[in-house]
């Protein structure tokens, strides 16, 4: 997780650390100034020298794969340049694709800022689809689908994605009467976010003193939203968040949700909301699987083993990247078969092991480093497989170019406004004004 929420709201990195198995690392990155590596010439070593552009912690250095590709290919050298913010790193990125100048080999871009990529910049773009070694059919159709352009062309190749689920703690959940085994916790929403609220009324009932129900009004907003085919913008390109009858309707749905205290009053990635996290003040919270690198991060020692993940009542995704290549960078062959290489199943599979970023190679979901995942945080829970039938059942969203924007503006500057007194006909208004003032900028 390299953003605030990689596709819904306002860009800032965080700091997480997950375990899956042995030692499985995943999460957001450390705020902290840039990072660049070493000369492009390759110091002259006579090596060809690629260097990526990426924003917070892609993985792939960590996990090994520059060393491992650097082996198999002794005249490469890899270096990366790294903006910890993406929205630091991605206007830069505009800028210079704009003018030509001062991109890297490889470019990394955020899901959140992928369609306007590909409706604005494609033309400075390479096609990877026709880059030898990658293959359509191993990536899940609608990540594909989200860096493909009208005519045809691919100018991304997919990284990772955030399927959504629902992680628990099982020790509230029983202590407020409520299953604790995952599949009936599951069995509990199926289908529909409004049950989930039903649960959350069931729990707050009989709920420890001091807890919520569910973590944030954002997170809940956030994660009905992530299930929809069309939110803020439709296939045509036209804003109709206001207009949407599936955002008002998870909007209110989330307002009276937060109207009847079943949300704690936080707005997500906050130091008072990870203080939530830390003092076991809520039960539940949407969960992609990088979710759960935050949730260790962020947790006292005891918490291990004491939370777990149910399937999401409807599917959806939060989060995720791509890789792309610039026409006017010094080595186009080189840098396209290195991004080939990066995103190939058996490299993404390798990067979840290590990592923690679940991959968007539907071809690497029957490895054995995703179907025997397992994480100290949710003890025995199959978090790989989970997670892979989320991903394969997400609906292939419509990605808008401001999507961020409003995003933002509907949780932080909307439905928070709810738990602070505000009716939710107050709450949206002030999130529709602040939306349309920030699109109008």
């Not at 009936?184 to 709920?207: F, I, M, N, P």
């Not at 990870?274 to 991060?297: E, H, R, S």
Request: aromatic share 8%; proline share 5%.
């Amino acid at each position: 997780m390299r953003a605030r929420t990689r596709s819904g709201h306002k860009a800032i990195a965080l700091t997480a650390v997950a375990v899956l198995g042995a030692g499985l690392l995943a999460g957001c990155a450390d705020d902290g100034g840039d990072k660049s590596g070493s000369s492009p010439d390759g110091g002259g070593s006579g090596k060809t020298t690629i260097s990526l552009g990426l924003f917070g912690t892609f993985g792939f250095k960590e996990a090994g794969l520059y060393a491992e590709y650097e082996k198999l290919h002794p005249n490469i050298k890899i270096t990366e340049n790294v903006t910890e913010r993406n929205e630091n790193y991605y206007p830069a990125l505009v800028n210079h694709l704009t003018t030509g100048s001062g991109l890297q080999d490889i470019q990394g871009v955020e899901v959140g800022n992928i369609a306007e990529v590909v409706s604005t910049q494609a033309a400075k773009l390479t096609d990877l689809s026709k880059v030898s070694g990658v293959n359509k059919a191993d990536f899940l159709d609608w990540k594909w689908a989200q860096a493909t352009t009208k005519d045809g062309q691919t100018i991304g190749l997919g990284t990772d994605v955030g399927p959504m689920a629902v992680c628990y703690r099982k020790d509230l959940f029983q202590a407020a009467g409520l299953p604790t085994d995952r599949t009936e916790v599951g069995k509990l929403w199926s289908g529909d976010w409004s049950k989930l609220v039903s649960v959350g009324e069931r729990y707050q009932k009989k709920a420890p003193q001091g807890t919520t129900f569910w973590d944030s009004p954002g997170g809940l907003l956030n994660a009905v939203l992530s299930s929809e085919k069309e939110k803020f913008y439709d296939s045509s390109g036209k804003v109709i968040y206001k207009t949407n009858p599936a955002v008002k309707a998870a909007f209110d749905l989330t307002a009276d949700a937060a109207k009847k205290g079943l949300i704690g009053a936080q707005t997500q990635f906050q130091p008072t909301w990870d203080q939530t996290i830390a003092n076991v003040k809520f039960a539940a919270m949407a969960c992609p699987p990088w979710m759960l690198g935050y949730i260790k991060g962020k947790s006292k020692p005891d918490a291990k083993g004491k939370w777990d993940v149910a399937v999401a009542p409807k599917s959806g995704n939060w989060g995720g990247s791509f890789l792309t290549v610039p026409k006017s960078g010094k080595h186009v062959k080189e840098a396209q078969e290195l991004a080939a290489w990066l995103t190939a199943p058996a490299q993404q599979a390798k990067l979840f092991s290590v990592q923690g970023s679940f991959p968007s190679a539907q071809a690497a979901y029957s490895s054995p480093e995703v179907t025997g995942a397992k994480n100290e945080m949710t003890g025995d829970a199959p978090i790989g497989t989970i997670f892979a039938e989320a991903a394969k059942s997400s609906p292939v969203q419509v990605i808008g170019p401001k999507d961020q924007i409003i995003q933002q503006g509907l949780t932080d500057n909307g439905v928070i406004l709810v738990t602070k007194g505000k009716s939710a006909e107050e709450a949206w208004n002030t999130a529709t004004k602040t939306i349309d003032n920030n699109l109008e900028k």
